[in-house]
T-cell receptor, first 115, second 113 residues
Framework: DGGITQSPKYLFRKEGQNVTLSCEQN?????MYWYRQDPGQGLRLIYY???????QKGDIAEGYSVSREKKESFPLTVTSAQKNPTAFYLC??????????????FGPGTRLTVL | AQSVTQLDSHVSVSEGTPVLLRCNYS??????LFWYVQHPNKGLQLLLK??????LVKGINGFEAEFKKSETSFHLTKPSAHMSDAAEYFC???????????FGSGTKLNVKP
């Protein structure tokens, strides 16, 4: 089955710890994205990548880092510098860079809770 | 700059009655517009998309939306609500060649028996 997988589904972190959220896609999509979702605020873009070994900051990149070493993988690290990391994190991908009618395909999400 | 406004944060309907979820957008380009649905603690699923072809777009599960350029609107409708339609719905605008997407703040649909 083709799709986007995110792991783990639930993640608990102690304050001061870095954690990495996994996102893998087998759709051969070029672009990948990370969003943060908080109640009543919709989705906010953290980072996105249009090609391997390249990525751009989104609207709320502070306290987060990413890498794109492989086309199919786009892990997100939540660092201790992120002051309020408790949220639902969604990974997405789109097929082709530069085509405005591309829709995004979403993973099932990871819920991160800071204890 | 692109922006999306979902005019209602919550909508409540009775099962079997029509659904209307409102979305207005601003765009510097000819926009691509999307509606997604999200059930609790799940990812987003595409309902339908507008890509400059027919202005009336049909999607999955009986939903449809009409693109009205003069009103900069892309409202989502369904003739008869089902209990399984209870979820959160997001209107999304795509920005041209940069593969960036702008999300509305979401509308939670409640369906009463």
């Amino acid at each position: 089955d083709g799709g986007i997988t995110q792991s783990p589904k639930y993640l608990f972190r102690k304050e001061g710890q870095n954690v990495t959220l996994s996102c893998e896609q087998n759709l051969n999509h070029d672009a990948m994205y990370w969003y943060r979702q908080d109640p009543g605020q919709g989705l906010r873009l953290i980072y996105y990548s249009q090609i391997v070994n390249d990525f751009q900051k989104g609207d709320i990149a502070e306290g987060y880092s990413v890498s794109r070493e492989k086309k199919e993988s786009f892990p997100l690290t939540v660092t201790s510098a992120q002051k309020n990391p408790t949220a639902f994190y969604l990974c997405a991908s789109t097929p082709n860079v530069g085509l405005s009618y591309n829709e995004q395909f979403f993973g099932p999400g990871t819920r991160l809770t800071v204890l | 700059a692109q922006s999306v406004t979902q005019l209602d944060s919550h909508v409540s309907v009775s099962e079997g009655t029509p659904v209307l979820l409102r979305c207005n957008y601003s765009s510097s380009y000819s926009p691509s517009l999307f509606w997604y649905v999200q059930h609790p603690n799940k990812g987003l699923q595409l309902l339908l998309k507008y890509t400059s072809a027919a202005t009336l777009v049909k999607g999955i599960n009986g939903f449809e939306a009409e693109f009205k350029k003069s009103e900069t609107s892309f409202h989502l409708t369904k003739p008869s609500a089902h209990m399984s339609d209870a979820a959160e719905y997001f209107c999304v605008v795509s920005e041209g060649n940069f593969n960036k997407f702008y999300f509305g703040s979401g509308t939670k649909l409640n369906v009463k028996p």
